[in-house]
């Protein structure tokens, strides 16, 4: 624990992404205290007071309807993140098996679980979720099933990479010598010896996942209003440029803000599990 | 006479790559006996670890036997034909699993095989490593810190785990510096006398073949070229490629080995205390 302290503390980039992600998550458990209009993350409406420009008590501008942009934006980052952890507790999880499978049992398993994982991997991402969006109803299951179709298999082309250098240790050989199970290998033995690249990739893949998801509902194919949405926000937002520019212009920010602190918080995770050998 | 520990018969193992052959093992005969330590010695590619990966059922022969107290090994190996053959691997840091703790790495042979109650494993881990003369709180280690010797030490402690009845032993000192090497080679003598076993020694030092072995087979390009008792190889060595061997390992004078037997003793009297 101090040895992570120390190498956060040391780089400087690191503390700024655990900072900018201290905020986003802090900000989404805690909007319903941080916010003084918790009731503008749904159906609100005030004409008297829509379109306003950044100022006091709206310190983002108020959208088309006159709810509070700020709130909206701190619950879009509650539903961002939801959606995110469990998109990748679904496709990690699912990954993760499929690449310890083909790394490590017979070629033709490995055939057919890496030639599988590889069409996925061909189809563009967005093309693949839009094709996915457009057949199902959106919501935001279904979003977060579209996501977990195109996330899976980076992660089963990463374990699988993994576990082919690994099934090379000895400790593979004496396990199997030893008269372990296949399971046992692969989810005892192989296994825990990933989990250091696995999470630094999580981490990096929380931002991405969070603006995938933004980009299908900027296309209209998320999360459907009234939920906060940044990416459905920024669509709105972006007929009524230049005039009402608080509109895209925060909720675009919220979107690099939270890429960008996981990407930092992402490095940083690799420098403490020394996963960049 | 009774019939040999484990029967090797004109064993042969041949592997396929892309566009080529190679032939790693030919015509492969040897009789191992119970209590015995055979040495297989030969240069780098001469087809030792393919023998010994066949012996612990890694792959399966391309023809030829092998036999374990007279019955055949088969390709799928039952329990307790695996608990009765163990390995001990030259790496030690690779063939510890660096992500799981000792106890856990030394608990699981106990595991696989069933032996003692789930109770009773832990106890059985800590007599473990006290027979390998390390301290009963390493269990709780991480591999990261131990030093190459003591982790040869739990390599040697897995292997003994399922109480086999042979252990191949695959170049276990050429990764440790000398005197470590001195301290393995005499626990692992100290472990063959106490619990029987049998040792398969498969190594390119002709001096610790001459400290271990009761006999030497000599391996040229995947075969056996001479199997001789230890002395009889060093003393009267009757192929060429057993000659040169020889030879070029290096020369230790009388006086030079009366001072190492003596270093060696003085050392065993530490490992004891």
Request: aromatic share 8%; charged share 20%; net charge neutral.
């Given at each position: 624990m101090k040895r992570t302290i120390r190498i956060i503390l040391a780089n400087p980039l690191s503390v700024i992404g655990v900072i900018l992600i201290g905020l986003v998550v802090g900000s989404a458990i805690l909007a319903d205290f941080i916010?003084?209009?918790?009731?503008?993350?749904?159906?609100v409406v005030d004409f008297t007071n829509?379109?306003?420009?950044?100022?006091?008590?709206n310190i983002m501008g108020t959208d088309?309807?006159?709810?509070?942009l700020f709130t909206r934006i701190i619950y879009a980052y509650r539903i961002s993140l939801i959606l995110g952890i469990v998109v990748l507790l679904l496709a990690v999880p699912l990954g993760v098996t499929v690449g310890l499978m083909a790394g490590y049992l017979g070629p033709r398993v490995r055939f057919v679980l890496m030639r599988t994982t590889e069409v996925f991997l061909s189809i563009p991402p967005l093309v693949l979720a839009m094709s996915i969006m457009g057949v199902l109803e959106p919501t935001l299951i279904n979003g977060m099933m579209a996501v977990t179709v195109m996330w899976w298999p980076w992660y089963s082309r990463l374990v699988y990479n993994l576990t082919l250098a690994e099934r090379e240790e000895g400790y593979v050989l004496a396990a199997e010598v030893i008269g372990a199970s296949r399971f046992h290998i692969m989810f005892v033995e192989i296994l825990p010896n990933c989990f250091p690249a696995i999470l630094t990739k999580m981490t990096l893949d929380l931002g991405f996942v969070i603006l995938i998801a933004s980009s299908l509902s900027f296309l209209g194919l998320g999360v459907q209003p009234p939920t906060p949405d940044l990416g459905s926000m920024v669509a709105e937002g972006a007929r009524y440029l230049p005039d009402s520019w608080w509109l895209t212009v925060f909720p675009g920010l919220a979107i690099l803000v939270a890429v960008f602190g996981f990407n930092l918080l992402g490095d940083a995770m690799r420098e403490v599990l020394g996963t960049h050998q | 006479m009774t019939a040999p520990l484990l029967a090797i018969n004109q064993l042969a193992k041949t592997f396929h790559l892309e566009s080529y052959q190679i032939?790693?093992?030919?015509d492969f005969t040897v009789d191992i006996w119970q209590g015995e330590c055979l040495a297989i010695v030969g240069e780098s590619g001469s087809g030792k670890s393919t023998v010994a990966n066949m012996i612990l059922g890694v792959y399966p022969p391309t023809s030829g036997q092998i036999s374990f107290k007279g019955e055949p090994l088969g390709a799928r190996r039952t329990k307790s034909q695996r608990r009765a053959l163990q390995l001990v691997q030259q790496n030690p840091f690779s063939s510890i699993?660096?992500?799981?703790?000792i106890g856990a790495t030394l608990k699981l042979p106990l595991n696989v095989h069933d032996i003692g109650t789930k109770g009773e494993r832990m106890a059985r881990v800590e007599e473990l490593l006290g027979e390998v003369g390390?301290?009963?709180?390493?269990?709780?280690?991480?591999?990261?810190?131990?030093?190459g010797g003591q982790c040869q030490r739990v390599a040697i402690a897995r292997a003994l785990a399922s109480q086999p009845e042979m252990v191949v032993l695959?170049?276990?000192?050429?990764?440790?510096d000398v005197l470590v090497q001195a301290r393995v080679l005499i626990l692992l003598n100290e472990l063959r006398k106490k619990r029987d076993l049998t040792y398969v020694f498969i190594t390119h030092d002709l001096a610790v073949v001459r400290n271990m072995a009761d006999r030497v087979a000599v391996m040229k390009d995947g075969q056996l070229v001479e199997l001789k008792p230890t002395h009889e190889i060093f003393?009267?060595?009757?192929h060429d490629y057993t000659r040169r061997l020889i030879s070029a390992s290096p020369v230790i004078t009388e006086e030079e080995r009366d001072m190492r037997n003596r270093l060696r003793e003085g050392l065993a009297m530490e490992a004891v205390q």
């Open positions: 916010t003084p209009f918790p009731t503008h993350r749904g159906t829509f379109n306003q420009p950044p100022g006091w008590p088309l309807v006159g709810r509070d | 032939h790693a093992v030919r699993n660096p992500s799981r703790r390390l301290p009963a709180d390493y269990a709780a280690r991480a591999p990261s810190t131990l030093s695959d170049e276990p000192t050429s990764a440790l003393d009267n060595p009757e």
